[in-house]
């Protein structure tokens, strides 16, 4: 197994992988690191992709999703065929209060006038608790998707406190990936999507802070209407970008 704090060999990784194929990367990361690698979904389509490439070349990685208590039923809803249709259990991750213990502790509806710190709460926390478990976080990020993901490589090795004195790598397999070829994939695939996708939602997250977005606009413009704010934190806060 490669260091985990070998910053060189990180680097090299994610130039080499530039140019290798979904498959490749993937099998990289289980023959490698096998369940110390797992996905992290909201069930967004590229996350997808990533899955059933995954599962179909007998990559069983561990999945786990965030449950905040605030998502949509149609979300649930495609959890569910996910797990029927790859055969596997999807571990959700949960808060610590639950939306109506929040609320009694630090007021009503917290997204409406602390947005940052609710998804911190209901987010960032229980996410750092599972990451400190991983050798590898696999994600469905895509560079098209927002401004603030433009930059992102295959391969990044990050820091943060829970950690300690080690890092994790956070792998993105589908970071070259267009909205069109997740979408071309996933209609040759027959593959379950969320159903709220026909009404016009892109990225798809809680309930208060999602709405549909409109022909023009960024895959994440639907997110957070009315803050200044494009990014939940799970794929920010991370201390040591390299
Ligand atoms: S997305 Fe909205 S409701 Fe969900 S955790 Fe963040 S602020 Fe809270």
Known sequence: M????????????????????????????????????????????????AMHT?????????????????????????????????????????????????????????????????CSLRKVIPLQKKLASLDVWITGLRRQQNDTRENIRIVELYHFDVLRDRYIIKLNPMASWSRDQVQAYIREHDFPVNALAARGYRSIGCQPCTRPVADGESERAGRWTGFDKSECGIHTFLGSNI
């Open 54 to 118: 995954a599962y179909t070349n007998g990559f069983r990685f561990p999945v786990f999703t965030i449950d905040t208590g605030l998502l949509f039923p149609e979300t649930l809803e495609l959890k569910t065929q996910i797990e029927s249709r790859l055969g596997f259990t999807i571990e959700s991750l949960h808060p610590e209060q639950t939306v109506t213990e929040q609320a009694a502790e630090l007021g009503p509806e917290l997204w409406k006038s602390k947005p940052d710190l609710c």
């Open 2 to 49: 490669p260091s985990l704090n070998d910053r060189d060999m990180v680097r090299l990784q994610a130039e080499e992988f530039e140019s290798a194929s979904l498959r490749e990367i993937l099998g990289w990361a289980w023959e490698t690191f096998g369940e110390r690698a797992a996905f992290g979904t909201s069930f967004q389509g590229a996350g997808l992709v």
